[in-house]
């Protein structure tokens, strides 16, 4: 079988860590006995420099009809100006929702060998793993009306916070689904206290829950739920919620692993084709120096063999071979160590099964 795979490095430390893990791809799928096919584009800030628009129509048309896409960050100081009518992110928010990806799964680990890194005391760490739902095309980020208006000559912005009933639904019932293969609890974070939104969102979850009887829901505010995380964290099974809170509560989950620079990322929707991506962002002060973290994209493309490409056991191999990476000390600059990128890559290659074959 041969796969077809997007590669859209983007910016800043996005092509070194994404041509890292195509290599991985690259060994992993062949020892496999099958083939993928890499078809490189540009997202972002490097195709606002090139094309004058973060994603043009055919990078998308690519992504639509590849096996699957994998992301590395968008967006710098460069194209950071406020005013500005074309943004890095705008493409990364129209690729996720013309893929229909609703689902962005991100895991939470947290490696005891790496527990000392992490701002939290260690006795707070263990048991942590956690997998945070976030509903990926609604609300804030994608309702209408939105954008800025001049009125007797004073600005007004304006974001609509919508969601309908069958987009929470969905994502409530992924939620109990994957909790059914893991501890069977289910936060739903929301703010349900203020917002009419979340109170759609806690009654749908509460109707959801009942075709689940053997999985215990709990609701939780999205400002307790922030507090829990810091003090608490080993409490969460599966952690659901909408489009901000997500993308605000996996930045601070982020630290509880020592480094953003370790968790990956899968966004899916209703067939097999997904969007992978560390959850990190482009990284600028360090951009090109050779020594950004590559194993949350490398985890990623763990994700990407499993849900994906369905190769679940190379899925796996991958991800013992980045625990063992780890547990034997190697380390990037982030995690406290001196490695390159390409040689905590290479570590983790040689760690594959028969990675010992590829002379690293």
């Given amino acids: 079988m041969q796969y077809k795979v997007v ?3 983007g910016d800043g430390i996005g092509p070194e860590i994404i041509g890292e893990t195509a290599r991985l791809l690259q060994v992993v799928v062949a020892q496999a006995g099958h083939a ?7 997202i972002g800030g490097c195709s606002i420099d090139r094309y004058g628009e973060p994603l043009t129509d055919e990078t998308l048309a690519d992504c ?3 096996d699957a896409v994998l992301l590395g960050a968008v967006g710098g100081p460069k ?6 009518k074309v943004r890095p992110e705008q493409g990364l928010l129209r690729l996720r929702k013309e893929m229909q990806v609703f689902a962005n799964l991100r895991p939470v680990v947290v490696h005891p060998a790496l527990a000392h890194i992490s701002p939290l005391k260690p006795e707070k760490l263990v048991g942590v793993d956690i997998l945070v739902l976030r509903e990926l095309t609604g609300g804030l980020y994608f309702g209408q009306p939105k954008g800025v208006i001049r009125n007797n000559g004073s600005l007004r912005a304006v974001d609509t916070l919508e969601y309908a009933d069958y987009e929470i639904r969905r994502i409530l019932h992924l939620a109990f689904q994957l909790a059914r293969g893991r501890r069977f609890k289910v936060t739903s974070v929301d703010k349900a206290n203020v917002l009419e939104s979340s109170r759609l ?8 829950s009942r075709d689940y009887p053997d999985v215990t829901l709990e609701h939780m505010l999205v400002d307790t739920a922030s507090m829990r995380l810091i003090a608490d964290p080993a409490s969460f099974d599966v952690l659901v919620t909408e489009n901000m809170f997500g993308d605000i509560l996996t930045d601070e989950a982020s630290v509880l692993a020592g ?3 370790m968790l990956p990322s899968a966004s899916l929707g209703e067939g097999r084709r997904g969007l992978y991506e560390p959850i990190h962002g482009s990284a600028p002060d360090i951009a090109g120096q050779g020594v950004a973290n590559p194993i949350g994209a490398m985890l990623s493309a763990a994700l990407m063999l499993r849900y994906s490409l369905n190769l679940p056991d190379q899925a796996a191999g991958v991800e013992r071979a980045v625990n063992q ?11 406290g160590g001196n490695l390159s990128t390409q040689q905590l890559a290479d570590e983790i290659l040689y760690r594959l099964p028969g990675g010992h074959f590829l002379g690293l």
Wanted: proline fraction near 5%; charge should be negative; hydrophobic fraction near 45%.
């Fill in 7 to 9: 590669l859209l490095p």
């Fill in 64 to 66: 639509l009809s590849a």
């Fill in 325 to 335: 990476a780890i547990t034997e000390g190697c380390r990037t600059r982030d995690l």
């Fill in 36 to 42: 993928i096919l890499f078809d490189e584009r540009l």
């Fill in 79 to 84: 194209w950071d100006d406020p005013t500005a």
């Fill in 259 to 261: 480094s953003m620079g």
């Fill in 201 to 208: 969102w806690r009654q749908i979850a509460s109707e959801v």
